[in-house]
Structures are given as structure tokens and as C-alpha cells.
């Protein structure tokens, strides 16, 4: 079971049930930022970022999209790279 009764998520069951690979440090992770609008005034965004330490290489072509999973949302971002030219950019610290 990955959700619960009240709609919580287990992280630690999703992480192992998936293919996920990591990075070797926790060190400049890559951070993806983006923009959120306003519930209350839809003209208004906030800017938001988000790292995560897990990954996933589509089979389909090879891109990679970075996955954070917590007990109550689970994040994701597709990078416009396959996993060589995403762990040369994270190596050079072009991701901050």
C-alpha cells in the first residue's frame, strides 16, 4: 500500500518500488524553479524550487526527469536532456 486512509503517501514504499537512481553526494543537487500561482489572486505567482536527490531515465528517450516524493505530494520535472549531458551540467554545478 503506497497511500493510506487519509490520503498519506509512503515515501520510503514508492522510492523502493521504482527505478530511481541518485546522486553520490547530497551536494548541489539540481534545482528546478518555477512559478506558482495565487489561490486567492490567480494574477499573482510566487517562485518556487525544488531539488531532489532521486532521478529516472525514460526508456523511451533516454531524458531524465528529477522525482521528490513526500508524505503528501509528490514532485517532478522533466529536464530537456538525456542522462549524460544532465550528470556533466550537475557535475559543473550548472544547476543552482
Not at 521504482?18 to 512559478?35: A, G, Q, R, V, W
Request: a negative charge; glycine letters at 2%; one cysteine or more.
Amino acid at each position: 500500500m503506497i497511500v493510506n486512509e487519509s490520503c498519506e503517501l509512503y515515501p520510503d514504499i514508492i522510492i523502493s518500488q521504482c527505478n530511481f537512481k541518485t546522486f553520490d553526494s547530497m551536494e548541489n543537487l539540481p534545482i528546478f524553479h518555477y512559478k506558482q500561482r495565487n489561490k486567492i489572486h490567480p494574477n499573482v505567482f510566487k517562485s518556487l524550487q525544488f531539488s531532489s536527490q532521486y532521478y529516472i531515465v525514460w526508456e523511451s528517450d533516454g531524458y531524465v526527469a528529477s522525482f521528490k516524493v513526500q508524505s503528501n505530494s509528490i514532485f517532478f520535472t522533466a529536464w530537456n536532456m538525456n542522462e549524460k549531458d544532465f550528470l556533466e551540467q550537475h557535475a559543473n554545478n550548472m544547476f543552482q
